[in-house]
Structures are given as C-alpha cells and as structure tokens.
C-alpha cells in the first residue's frame, strides 16, 4: 500500500503560480511512476502530467504543455508539480497518483492504483 497526500493547493489569480506537492508514505523511487490528475465541477477526471520511476521521462496533457513541470525528489518520496501561467479552465481537484509499474503511458491511462485525496486549484479571473 501506498498512501498519497497533497498540498499546495488555494485561490490564485488568473496567469499566476502555484505549487503543487504530492508525499507518499513509502519509497516509491525504485519502481513507482508518478504523476497527476484533475477533475473539475461536472467532467471526467483527465491526465495532467507524469513522470516516470527515474525521473528521466516525463509526459503531459497538451492543455498544460509549456506552463506545467513536474519533477519528483525520489530521496524524499516526493514529486511536485509547478504550475505557470493559471487559466480559469486549470480551475479543478488536483490528485497525485502513483503507478507500479513505472511508465508515463501506463500512469496516463489512469488505473491508478494508488490515489492522494485531491486538492484544489481556483484560478480567478
């Protein structure tokens, strides 16, 4: 088991920033792939971004591409996902999910199976 928890989230202005960060309880740099989801008020839960095990291959929604980094510190069982230039559309429960088996593209398809709580991003305009 692997428990997820996220932070970071809040109110921002439209073009802002915000820092999202995702800790997990157990060591997850040797075979987790990582990454994010969102969900806002009304749609389906879509992929935002991921990284894999290494760190060395990262994937992302075209809708985030060029404003969203994500990185992840594997000493200390984290990963993060930096947030630029915030659209009202960004507005949306933000989730951490960690994928055993280690690929962005097994982790973009969403089966999880493990799951942070969310937190949520408002972008005002």
């Known amino acids: 088991q692997v428990q997820l928890v996220e932070s970071g989230g809040g109110l921002v202005q439209v073009g802002g920033s915000l820092r999202l960060s995702c800790a997990a309880s157990?060591?997850?740099?040797?075979?987790?792939?990582m990454g994010w989801f969102r969900q806002a008020p009304g749609k389906e839960r879509e992929f935002v971004a991921a990284?894999?095990?290494?760190?060395?291959?990262?994937l992302y929604a075209d809708s985030v591409k060029g404003r969203f980094t994500i990185s992840r510190e594997n000493a200390e069982n984290t990963v993060d996902l930096q947030m630029n230039s915030l659209k009202p559309e960004d507005t949306a429960v933000y989730s951490c999910?960690?994928?055993?088996?280690?690929?962005?593209?097994?982790?973009?398809?969403?089966?999880?199976?493990?799951w942070g709580q969310g937190t949520q991003v408002t972008v005002s305009s």
């Open positions: 157990r060591r997850t740099s040797i075979t987790y792939a």
């Open positions: 990284i894999s095990r290494s760190g060395g291959n990262t």
């Open positions: 999910v960690a994928d055993p088996s280690g690929t962005t593209g097994s982790l973009r398809a969403g089966y999880g199976p493990y």
